[in-house]
């Protein structure tokens, strides 16, 4: 297989980077399978893409497998965990250790992942010295000093939505440049940190047309489209109003 650690990081199409963690996903299920190789076919399936896509996914990393054996598993997930800075085990704070928080502290597949959560904070007192996981529930008001000490530069917001930009704020004070938050909002930050947000509720919603449009189509077919509409919405457009939303 043809291999090399690709120079220009920057220039892997954004869409690549977005599937390549379910290529290392689908390539350590496949590793502590007992699988030395795999075709592209194989990976394809086991990720939930289609192998054209892929197999121009990895061109991007210079991996082309070798015709009828396919790609060497381990040599593809040094590859793609190198790509994806995973090789430097980065320390990562979590803020808010409510439920959610809980669970994600508790969770021992990031160790795997190449991350390590390295601190927990909190503003409940009644949260402060609480062990989780073998982590001490920290103040968030010592999150500087932690932060250097721990070389941070990822943080999870797992807090209500009331807090959040004051704890991003707080976290890029510090100078963490990466942030994923969990919590119900829109966060800003300065040029050069990026913020990735996850939202359970949004994605039960997209769920939610997907049934309903499941549901309508069975009932009036393929034709049963947005006319019905609250308010005749649908029909809006043909007036030659602002469709922006609608093509959003």
Known sequence: MSQHRPGGLSELPEATVARLPEYLRALHGLAEAGHDTVSSEGLATAAGVNSAKLRKDLSHLGSYGTRGVGYDVALLIEQIEYVLGLTQHRAVALVGVGNLGHALAGYAGFATR??????????????IGEVISGLTVHHIRELPRIAAEESISIGVIATPAGAAQAVADQLVA??????????????????????????????????????HR?????????????TALPGGMAGNGASGGNQEAVGS
Request: with cysteine.
């Open 214 to 226: 499941k549901a309508a189509a069975g009932s009036a077919g393929p034709t049963a489209s947005l």
């Open 114 to 127: 190449g991350f390590r959560i390295a601190a927990l904070f909190d503003a409940d007192p009644a949260q």
């Open 174 to 211: 510090v100078g963490v440049t990466g942030i994923l938050n969990f919590a119900p909002c829109v966060l800003s930050v300065p040029e050069g940190v990026d913020v990735r947000k996850v939202d359970l509720a949004i994605e039960l919603q997209i769920l939610s047309f997907h049934e």
